[in-house]
């Protein structure tokens, strides 16, 4: 294999297609006989529907079914994450008049336009039984419970060390304890393009267009819905047009519109209005996570204990891992006990967002590091390296690759952080209090089971094809690239396929897992059909290298060599009247994964001013360091980065779900009430790798980048406002009315104005 193109800043090979428009989204196509959905949704939080009267909206013109719990579909339970699914919803919908969320499924209207469909829906009439939501942690915690597991581990875990009876016994004996709350509201990934579902069906056979990061695993979740087999639906799905973890599993209006299809002999599309993303198609749960740290007076760590209250809904059971995957393994400390509490609200399912459990984990872990660091009056990477774990802890086993020391050292020395003020509220610039702060990033490197076609073709060009999903992440040109190495071809005679159920297995693009999981697939089925290739050059009399010996002729460079000749392997294929040669191949993790842990780590720094009279809050600039193994291709990767600081500007600054408690409804379901960052929020950010490759990890050496990106940012930010400010605000998002006021306490403006 050659690495040509490894690690070197590609453009993206589906650019052209999206700029262009010409990429198909699964709420883009259209076809002969195509018909309209338009989902019926609750409009109380709790209790039942009494009566529904849709006489209005089936007299509409182009109506063609008014499905209702009343007329329902017949639909099967989903699959749970035990039967190879991707825990997506469990209850169909229609099936009984009860209410668990507001916006929760109660209808599906179907029509010849969108326009009719919808206009029709607004002629439905419900009648409930209401009871009060449950819809505030107050009201909540009556039903609060303990999870049977986190992440495979028990809900709590405890590392202590010998003759230390429990962790608070460690806490008492710290000279320095460091004890904080905090507290985050639910948020919603807000993919620019919404959820969609276009389904197509021939006799028993489903084709379904599926906004989804798991086209393989929606197959299989459909098909249980559906009642039908497996092999009887093919999902599509080559763009998506942003996932975030909302497409990491199925949500029951999909199944719904198939069922519509097949009762109406119709293809039908669904495509969900943006008040709809917030009720379903998940969101990361609220949570209060409690941090005590106690430590010694030079800063080494003696307990570290952090306790998570996350949200789930009534209708499906999802652990926001806040503690198990940051504060169990970021540091070693001589005793560690993390645990977790699930708190059901009536709201529509919880689901994984970008870096599930470590983006809140590390907020609340990496501030309480900084309010510890103040206390000692130490600085913070100071504190964070004189703590850093070179073994998991409690494990006691190695990380395959680990370079978070490095991370923080270039990075302050690429930020400039020796000339941080560690006084809050000491630099002044006209009206704005200026700050810097710093956070560590962390995210798990997943690998899984995957499988790659790779066919060389009689026209020089070379297909590489696997039901893996490119998100906008880049997949589709991580194909190309590792595709062209592998066969040391240009990347421009490679033809990259994904998002089709029916290509060779890979799993679903979450947990930051497909380029790991997939490029030792491509690299394997490079070198078997390479293989395939001489085997049959030799023993075609056409070919010019017929009657050689084996070992004799190679591949290199796209040709085949051997006895003084040399061939594009296209020519050879012609020659000898083939079209193709192509092989299938499997890779997946192996051994390895007993002896070591693996992580990807990095440090994110910022500096920003707040508005003393405001308490508005500016990003001036950001810089990340991350240890990611080797860099697949430096733009995408840069990218994606920056893709997860802008993700984690808005967690600190600007999202956050308002739910009402009286009603459990969303107040700010729309764009114009949920903030997310936008380009002015965002200042320069800066992007280095430390780009050591992780072979223990896999082949390639590169571990995934989708996610890590967002996971120091919030607290870096966070701490950067302390800094600034002296104000800790312990409650996302750092609003400026909970800033405010400031200015005459500030220790700085006081001086100044004595
Ligand atoms: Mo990502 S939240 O694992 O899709």
């Known amino acids: 294999m050659t690495t040509k193109n490894i690690g070197k800043p590609q453009d993206r090979v589906d650019g052209k297609l999206k700029v262009t428009g010409r990429a198909m989204y699964p709420g883009d196509r259209r076809m002969e006989n195509l018909a309209y959905g338009y989902l019926l949704t609750s409009t109380v939080a709790k ?4 009566a529904m009267d849709t ?48 916006g929760q499924i109660i209808g599906l209207v179907v029509a010849e336009s969108f326009e009719q469909a919808r206009d029709a829906a607004a002629l439905v009439t419900t009648q409930y039984d209401e009871d009060n939501p449950v819809a505030s942690w107050e009201t909540g915690m009556e039903n609060a419970f303990t999870p049977e597991a986190v992440g495979g581990e028990s809900a709590t875990i405890k590392i202590l060390s ?14 320095v304890v460091l ?20 389904a197509v069906w021939q006799g028993d056979r489903l084709t379904i267009y599926d906004a989804t990061q798991g086209v393989v ?11 039908i087999d497996e092999d009887m639906v093919r999902v599509l799905c080559p763009f998506v047009g942003g996932g975030f973890g909302c497409k990491g599993s199925m949500w029951m209006f999909s ?36 941090l005590t740290l106690g430590a010694k007076p030079d800063g080494t760590l003696q307990a570290v204990k952090h306790d998570v209250r996350s949200t789930v809904s009534f209708s499906k059971v999802f652990v926001e891992a806040a503690a198990h995957r940051t504060s169990r393994l970021l540091y070693k400390s001589t005793n560690i006990q993390v645990s977790q509490t ?60 680990k370079n978070l020391v490095e991370c923080y050292q270039l990075g302050a020395q690429k930020f400039g952080w020796s000339k941080r003020n560690p006084e809050p509220g000491a630099i002044r610039d006209g009206d704005w209090l200026v700050g810097m702060g710093m956070a560590s990033a962390l995210y798990p490197a997943h690998r899984s089971q995957a499988s790659v076609k790779v066919r060389l073709q009689a026209d020089g060009t070379a297909e590489v094809s696997s039901a893996t999903q490119d998100l906008g992440t880049g997949t589709w040109t991580v194909l190309a690239i590792v595709g062209a190495d592998s066969l040391e071809l240009p990347i421009e005679k490679i033809r990259p396929e994904l998002g089709d159920s029916a290509l060779p297995h890979a799993p679903t693009s979450g947990g930051s897992t497909s380029v790991a999981s997939v490029t030792p697939a491509i690299q394997r ?30 591949y290199r460079d796209g040709k085949i060599e051997g006895g003084g000749k040399s061939a594009d392997f296209g020519s050879v294929l012609t020659a000898i009247g083939r079209g193709a040669v192509e092989a299938v191949e499997m890779a997946e993790p192996g051994e390895e994964e007993q002896k070591y842990a693996f992580h990807s780590f990095g440090a994110q720094f910022c500096e920003l001013r707040v508005n003393r009279w405001t308490g508005e809050v500016r990003l001036q600039r950001i810089t990340s360091v991350m240890d990611i193994g080797t860099v697949v291709n430096l733009k995408a990767a840069r990218s994606q980065i920056i893709g997860g600081i802008v993700f984690g500007i808005g967690m600190a600054l600007l999202e956050g779900s308002v739910l009402e408690e009286k009603t459990g409804r969303y107040g700010n379901a729309n764009f114009a009430d949920y903030l997310v960052a936008t380009n002015a929020d965002v200042p320069y950010v800066d992007v280095y790798f430390i780009d050591k490759p992780d072979t223990i990890f896999n082949p390639l050496g590169a571990r995934g980048i989708g996610e890590i990106g967002i996971t120091g940012m919030p607290a870096a930010i966070a701490n950067a406002v302390y800094n600034a400010t002296g104000n800790r605000v312990r409650d996302f998002p750092i609003l400026p009315e909970k800033l405010l006021p400031l200015g005459l306490n500030q220790p700085a403006i006081s001086m100044a104005l004595r």
């Open 47 to 50: 209790g039942s529907i009494r």
């Open 55 to 102: 006489s209005g909206a089936e007299r509409t013109r182009g109506v063609l079914a008014v499905y209702t719990p009343f007329n329902p579909l017949k639909l099967y339970r989903g699959l749970d994450s035990s039967e190879g699914a991707n825990s997506g919803e469990i209850q169909p919908p229609l099936q009984d008049a009860r209410i668990l969320n507001y």
């Open 162 to 175: 010998e003759g230390v009876s429990s962790i608070d016994d460690a806490i008492k004996d710290s000279p």
């Open 179 to 198: 004890d904080a709350t905090y507290r985050e509201p639910i948020y919603h990934h807000n993919p620019m393009e919404p959820h969609a579902t276009t």
């Open 217 to 227: 695993a929606q197959r299989l979740d459909l098909a249980a819905v559906l009642g």
């Open 255 to 290: 199944p719904l519109t198939a069922a519509a299809a097949r009762a109406l002999g119709r293809s039908v599309k669904t495509i969900l209005t943006r008040e709809q993303m917030f009720t379903l198609v998940g969101h990361r749960p609220a949570l209060i996570q409690r």
């Open 342 to 401: 699930l708190v059901p609200w009536n709201v529509g399912g919880p689901t994984f967002m970008r870096a599930p459990g470590c983006a809140p984990g590390m907020f609340a872990l990496e501030c309480a590091m900084d309010e510890l660091a103040a206390k000692l009056r130490i600085d913070p990477i100071e504190l964070r390296i004189k703590n850093n774990a070179e073994v998991f802890p409690g494990k006691n086993v190695p990380w395959s690759s």
């Open 525 to 554: 089925a490079a070198e078997s059909a390479k293989r395939k290739l001489i085997q049959f050059v030799l023993r075609d009399k056409r070919s010019p290298f017929f009657g050689m010996r084996a070992e004799d002729v190679v």
